[in-house]
């Protein structure tokens, strides 16, 4: 969707390292999801962002909601080969029950 | 069952079949979501369902595609008279509640149906 813009499109991280991925949307934010895509697991939930500047964590992944900006980050600290693979931001952008999603951060860890 | 399942997770067809794509929500989910993934992009939304109704169909591209939820717990996704731009990942998502907004609910998905067309 162009409603939502990912960046980077892909990047590759040593093991150990950390890394950032960024969303930005055109619109009005209602609630912004972040997803790991995984071959054959599907869409995996990891959060879900609902006010500004809310920020969340789950073991070594934050997620932090700019609702001014229309912008929402996620960022991995000390990288890991189990952190690689497809991040999706989701974003309810209509204030109803469809979601809109970037196109995906690829993310391959080095050992 | 525990997660979202979907079936077939294949499927190969020739141009001009018809195809049924089958999703089984988490149990207990009132609401269900069908999104059909290109490759290289995200999910875009296709229809959606509160138990068996179906609320909303604007994302189906054309009348060759149609769902149904005669129970409210199964759905299936039928693609008439399949073309080869119908090749994509189709998603399945169930979500607890029936909700007004996104951020309300939990969109929980399945580990789609890959459909190739020939």
């Known amino acids: 969707s162009q409603e939502l813009e990912q960046s980077p499109q892909s990047l590759i991280v040593q093991e150990g390292k950390n890394l950032t991925i960024n969303c930005t949307s055109s619109?009005?934010?209602?609630?912004l999801y972040w997803y790991k895509q995984k071959y054959g697991e599907g869409l995996i939930f990891l959060m879900m962002?609902?006010?500004?500047?809310e920020e969340k964590s789950h073991e070594k992944i934050t997620a932090k909601l700019d609702e001014k900006k229309q912008q929402s980050s996620l960022h991995i600290t000390a990288s890991q080969p189990s952190h690689a693979g497809i991040y999706l931001c989701g974003a309810d952008l209509a204030n109803d029950y469809k979601l809109s999603f970037g196109a995906g951060t690829t993310v391959t860890v080095r050992a | 069952g525990a997660g979202v399942s979907q079936s077939p997770r294949y499927k190969v067809t020739k141009r001009g079949q018809d195809v049924a794509l089958r999703c089984d929500p988490i149990s207990g989910h009132v609401s269900l979501y069908w999104y059909r993934q290109a490759l290289g992009q995200g999910p875009e939304f296709l229809t959606y369902?509160?138990?068996?109704?179906?609320?909303?169909k604007s994302g189906l591209p054309n009348d060759r595609f149609s769902a149904e939820r005669p129970e409210g717990s199964i759905s299936t996704l039928t693609i008439q008279r399949t073309e080869q731009r119908d090749s994509a990942m189709y998603r399945c998502?169930?979500?607890?509640?029936?909700?007004?907004?996104?951020?309300?609910?939990?969109?929980?998905f399945g580990p789609g149906t890959r459909l190739l067309v020939l």
């Open positions: 369902f509160n138990y068996e109704a179906q609320q909303d």
């Open positions: 619109k009005t934010l209602y609630g």
């Open positions: 962002l609902q006010k500004g500047g």
């Open positions: 998502a169930s979500s607890l509640t029936v909700a007004a907004s996104a951020f309300q609910e939990t969109q929980y």
